[in-house]
């Protein structure tokens, strides 16, 4: 009895003690591409980036691939190329810098050359497997005023009118 309740105490442990990825893999070809954000969950407005590793399936990660893939991120009917480089010490896998300015689903295609292989993969957060972007007032303390903009606009208009004032002086 003593060693099956040690047995699920180090299972509960483990669970506990290691990070949830969400990341989406899929088999392309002889290669197997996981994606997701670096940092999950994923908040508007502060700093992240999607990132991926594509591995054959003998898991030998495939380096170079900044050089025949190309990254675009997409939200509702905006795209954007976007720049992809190596993770520096880790052999096949991959990322690109974004600031995602608006909580929602992305997408993100990626398109090119894996070897000989023609690849065109679209990853998108719709579909559950890594996070969609939060809004930032989830994390943030204390909670921000409200900005009345008619009335910042109404003083706007009012030194304006103060300052045709003087200048026709």
């Known amino acids: 009895m003593k060693k099956i309740l040690f047995v699920l105490l180090v299972m509960i442990i483990s669970a506990f003690s290691f990070p949830a990825f969400a990341h989406e893999g899929r088999e392309v070809g002889d290669y197997v591409i996981v994606f997701g954000w670096r940092i999950e969950p994923a908040y508007a407005g502060l700093y992240n980036g999607p990132e991926f590793t594509v591995e054959t399936h003998e898991d030998e990660p495939v380096e170079g691939l900044e050089g025949t893939l190309s990254f675009m991120v997409h939200f509702g009917d905006q795209s954007k190329m976007l720049t992809l480089y190596p993770m520096s010490g880790e052999p096949g896998h991959y990322t690109a810098d974004l600031l995602p300015t608006r909580p929602g689903d992305y997408?993100?295609?990626?398109?090119?050359?894996?070897?000989?292989?023609?690849?065109?993969?679209?990853?998108t957060s719709a579909d559950g497997d890594?996070?969609?972007?939060?809004?930032?007032?989830?994390?943030?303390?204390?909670?921000?005023e409200e900005v009345d903009v008619t009335a910042l606009q109404a003083q706007i208009d009012e030194l304006r009118a103060q300052i045709e004032a003087l200048a026709s002086e």
Do not use: K
């Open 130 to 144: 890594f996070s969609t972007i939060e809004p930032a007032a989830d994390l943030q303390f204390p909670v921000l």
């Open 107 to 123: 997408s993100f295609h990626i398109f090119g050359t894996i070897g000989d292989l023609e690849v065109d993969e679209m990853f």
